[in-house]
Structure formats: C-alpha cells, structure tokens
C-alpha cells in the first residue's frame, strides 16, 4: 500500500535518525548496529575500496584457496576502509571459481591485527596471544578472542580481475 507522502518523509527521517544514532531496524525489530550486517560497517567507516587481485598480490598468495592477505586499504579519499585496521582477504571456495571473503583484521582481544595463512590448511591466526580464526568464513576456532572476525560484503569482477570491498 502506498504511504502519503507525509508519512514517507517521516519514515525516511526516523531510518534516518536511527542511522545516526547507531541503530537500525531488523526483521522489524530495533536492535544494534552489532547485530545487523553490513550496516555494521558500513555506519562505521562508510567506505569501500578496490584491490587488484593481480599486481596487488605479487606473491601469489590469493592463487591458492585457504591462503591470503591482509592489506590495508583506502578508499577514494584516502582514509582506511577499516578505521585504524587492516583488511583480510582470503581466497575460498574451489580454484575454478574467483572466490573470496573478506574481514576485518582486528581482533576483538586487545585490538591486535590477525596474520593471514600463507600455507592451506592453517588458521587465521592473531599473534598477540594466539587466538584462531577459520580462513574459510573468519569465524572463531580458538580464544582469548570472544568473536569471529567481522565480515566484509565484496564484490568480484573476473574481466578486470578487480576485488570491491565495502566496510
Ligand atoms: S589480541 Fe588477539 S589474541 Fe589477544
């Protein structure tokens, strides 16, 4: 059913104003911006920036699945994606897709960044005091950490080979 007008602008102000002040509706029901993905980052640090998955992985790390990256990216004004930590990226899936996550490298600890694996088969590992990550979805293995790391919606264009990340 159509909204008067009126109304329409109201609504657009209360998303809004629930924006602002770090708050969003989910399936209907107000909740944090903690629980609700990708506002999460996207409220945070409202940027997105795009990795060249060719000269910006000379290594070749992302050639292989279960290994990657972590980079610090920027967006278009040259600001950190992820404030004051770098980006995760991960290759995923099985070699004949272009396939890949991307998370957030801070972990919830004591801040620190997390190490990539750089061999199949190891986890994502923060080397402050050794909490453990999946490199498939960064989700928790080991603690102290108490989360998983926070994922990062991307986008993959195979003709410019070109990884969108979006924060
Ligand atoms: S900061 Fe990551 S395990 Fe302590």
Redesign the pocket.
């Known amino acids: 059913m159509e909204l008067p007008v009126i109304n329409q602008q109201r609504r657009e102000f209360f998303t809004q104003t629930l924006y602002g002040l770090g708050l969003i509706a989910c399936g209907g029901i107000l909740t944090s911006l903690a629980a609700c993905e990708p506002f999460t980052t996207k409220v945070n640090t409202g940027g997105q920036a795009t990795f060249d998955t060719v000269t910006g992985d000379p290594d070749g790390f992302l050639k292989t699945v279960g290994t990657g990256l972590v980079v610090l990216l920027k967006d278009k004004d040259g600001n950190s994606i992820n404030g004051a930590h770098s980006v995760v990226i991960m290759r995923v899936g099985t070699l004949d897709k272009d396939e890949y996550i991307t998370l957030s490298s801070r972990?919830d600890?004591?801040?620190?960044d997390v190490v990539a694996p750089v061999d199949v088969g190891e986890n994502i590992i923060?080397p402050?005091?050794?909490?453990q990550f999946s490199p498939v979805d960064g989700s928790l293995v080991n603690g102290?950490?108490k989360t998983s790391l926070v994922k990062f919606a991307n986008s993959y264009d195979p003709v410019t080979k070109f990884l969108t990340i979006f924060a």
């Open positions: 972990c600890h004591e801040d620190c923060c402050c005091h050794n909490s102290p950490a």
